[in-house]
């Protein structure tokens, strides 16, 4: 008895010492600052690879919050400091067009950069988004330019709208990802104006309003929901969406100008069910 | 045990002014003791002390067994015993589980307990009142008692019932048992039960168990009511241990089910209500000082309630509805005797959750299942102190009595208390509310005339529904209703006249309460607010109305024919409004039962009549409409025999006998009450 204590005893000990010694000799790996997200597209060109991350597992209609990241594939480092921009263009058979975007910043991570693009329509085989990017190093410009296949949301619920106001002007709109719960939520969205096929300036001072229903349900309302209005600081419209239950719900909008006239989208009554313009969760 | 004491108590003293009391219903001290031996004592107390305020339904009775024979039906449900009482009235959803009213008031004004333990429904539409989660095999008798006199067992307004378990007590009576069974051909009523008992001088063992089954029963006119069938079980087991002379140690269990139980006036049923009960106590008649009959009880109660529409062919959508109520308390009590004082003080708690659950699934089988809390996983924590002073003047007797108590809420469920915010944004997730109760009772003899008069005061805090309910779908008066746990405290100050002249032979009572309640909750319609449940009006919020008043009149007598034959009669009237003037739900329209009842060692028979008169104060605001007058006549013969020395009984009998068609005021949405019923009960005492 006392001898397999004591075997067991030295065991221990040099099992022990043992993994000591290769928590010391192991060396340093780098983490990768976006190992959390996924790896949507890396495009080699120009003695780089270009790294798109998202939380999403694919490019899809709507919100699409990306981060990106440059590796200089001769040192294996990824460089600081850069300048980036991107424009996403859909190429239809008879013409072509952007969508909204926002300007890549850099992130607390000085290697990692970060933006967003809204995309109103999926691509398929014969219509498809090019992601053309342009960054510069160190006060050189390099472009590139690589398919992606942007595909309609995995549970089919509607994110994006794109309408024509009552101003004849065209919109998007688009919810900002959310994660809902049976409380009174924060909620958020993007609206932007169609200048131009490539150019979508953000508009503000106008007021959206929202009126959740379930229509598997009577299209009972809920109580306590703020209109949407333009947050400067945040440069989005915020509001508050209650939900008094889990399910399928469609929050009903309606976007009203800086003058107060409605846009787009109608009220809900006993013989409308629904507005024209509505967004759509399901939890 | 059935309302039968199936083993003889030769050595109990036989006072037959108890005998002629316990005819269904009788009077006693609120303190009287169930346990056969304290009997006697209890008596002498009782002819010292008369409080007539309160009113005793005996169930099964040590002393005599005349009870079980005079009772119209011993095998009826403890519905049905309770709702032949004077002072509570049955709010009926369907055959089964009957919610009790004590002065035009329900549940949540009521505080109502099995031996002293408190005790909730888990079921959000009030399916499942505690009444429901006993059977009368359990009971020995059933206390009840009006407004402020009830706050022996815990805060109220309305009164209180606390429903007495039957013990052997520790009598020489080894091994004792009983068999009987029971049919009602109205709707098909199968009651079969059993006891078996041991007792001695230091020990007893009580078990009983009872199955009842029953299908749809038909109204008069043989309009049959669907969904209003109910199968139920009951086992309990209360044993005792005499540890030393004085000094004893009492357990307690009951263990209740229903399944399958039809809800003929909502649109869910119930396919499970279950219910665990259990207490340890110890009884010591020292305690210390002058201080004596030292009672300490602990408990705890769980029950499950499972709602659902898969019974019913059409509805809008399905859902499910599952509720749990788990209660853990404690009470200790003790009682002091000077001089002219005769005391009682009493320690209690209790920590009760509810937690609630909608389900709904939805018509479109892609779309997600729709879930919400509809009670928050609600903590309350009670604990309070009782004292009672009952004191000798002369030729009358004052009793003063005060409740205080802290009451603590406090939601536990984070997706419940985020709901609740939608509505009350700044809501905290606990709160503390401080309970009292004050009350002081003078009763006098006049010569033969004995005059009662109470003043008393008492508040309540909101239910866990008033306070937290998310979308309780009424379907009453066809509302959704949410709670506020903003609500204030209701209170009330009530006022009690009783006289009482007992003649020869005839003996007339009558009794008027006023409660002027404020504060008091009620739901109130928020017109900005979209129902959830498919064909709803509206959504009412709980709110406090800044006053109302309830009136209740009740004149009753008894008159003694001869020996055997006896006669009584009562009449009541209610009334209920609020400041404004409008009508409150549920007040008794005026009512009235007369009946015959002859009475012998070996027969009995009871003839009675009971009706109303049309209800004219009524409100449609909440979903009352005018419920008509009506007349319903039943019948009762029973009969005992000897078979090899072991009691048999046999009681047969006809409710509504000329098969009217009827409901009253408190049935849920007019559903039809029981047509013509025929019953027959068998009893088999082995000795």
Known sequence: ?283 | MNSFSIWPFNHVLKYPKISKMTLVLSYFLTCWNSTGQEIPVAIDQDSILPINLSEVIVIASNITRLDHQTHQKPLSTLDEYLESSKKVAMVKRGAYAWEPIINDMTSERLAITIDGMRIFGACTDRMDPITSYVDVSNLSNVHITSGQKGAEIGNTIGGALDMRLEKSGFLPLDWTGSVETGFESNNNAQIVGGELNYANENFYLDTDVIYRHADNYIAGGREEVPFSQFTKYNLSINSGIKVAEGEKLLVSFIFDEARDVGYPALPMDVSLARAFIGSVSWVQEDFFGNLNDWETKVYANSITHIMDDSQRPDVPIRMDMPGWSDTYGYFSQAKLHSGTHSLMFKVDGFYNRSLAEMTMYPNNPSEASMFMLTWPDVRTLNTGMYARDIMSIEKSTLTLSARLAVQGFNIADEFGLNSLRIFYPEMDRGQTRFLKSFSARHQKNLGKLELTNSLSYGNRAPSVSEGFGFYLFNSFDNHDYIGDPNLENESAVEATTKVLFPFEKLTIGMEGNFFHTRNFIIGEIEPSLSTMTIGAEGVKIYKNLKYANLYNIAVDGTYEITKELQWNGLVSYHRGVDKSGRNLPFISPLTYNTGLQYTSPKFSMSLTLRGSADQVNFNPEFGEDRTDAFNVVSLSLGKTFKVNNDNVYLKAGVDNVFDTFYSTYTDWNNIPRMGRNMYMTLSYDIN
């Open chain 1, 1 to 283: 008895m006392k001898t397999i204590k004591s075997i067991f005893t030295s065991l221990l000990l040099i099992s022990t010492l043992i993994s000591c010694t290769e928590d010391n000799d192991e060396p340093m790996v780098e983490t990768n600052p976006l190992e959390s997200y996924n790896l949507l597209t890396a495009i080699d060109a120009n003695g780089h690879t270009l790294e798109v991350y998202s939380e999403q597992n694919q490019y899809t209609i709507g919100y699409n919050e990306l981060y990106f990241r440059i590796k200089d594939n001769v040192e294996g480092s990824y460089i600081e400091n850069a300048n980036l921009s991107m424009t996403p263009i859909m190429n239809m058979e008879m013409m072509s067009h952007s969508c909204p975007k926002s300007a890549i910043t850099k992130t607390e991570d000085s290697s990692v950069y970060k933006g967003y693009s809204i995309f109103q329509m999926p691509g398929n085989a014969t219509e498809y988004w090019d992601l053309n990017l342009e960054y510069t190093i160190a006060g050189q410009t390099y472009n590139l330019s690589e398919r992606i296949e942007v595909i309609a949301p995995a549970d089919g619920k509607k994110r994006v709208n794109v309408f024509t106001g009552t101003d004849e002007t065209r919109y998007v709109l688009a919810m900002m990802p959310m994660t809902p719960d049976v409380m009174v939520n924060d909620f958020s969205a993007l609206l932007f104006k169609m200048e131009t096929m490539m150019n979508f300036p953000a508009v503000e001072e106008y007021t959206i309003e929202i009126d959740p229903r379930m229509p598997g349900m009577g299209n009972h309302s809920s109580p306590s929901n703020e209109d949407l209005t333009f947050d400067t600081a945040a440069k989005m419209y915020k509001g508050k969406l209650s939900l008094t239950m889990t399910g399928y719900w469609k929050i009903n909008l309606k976007v009203k100008n800086a003058l107060g006239e409605v846009l787009k989208g109608e009220d809900v009554t006993e013989e409308n069910e629904a507005s024209s313009l509505y967004f759509e969760l399901e939890f």
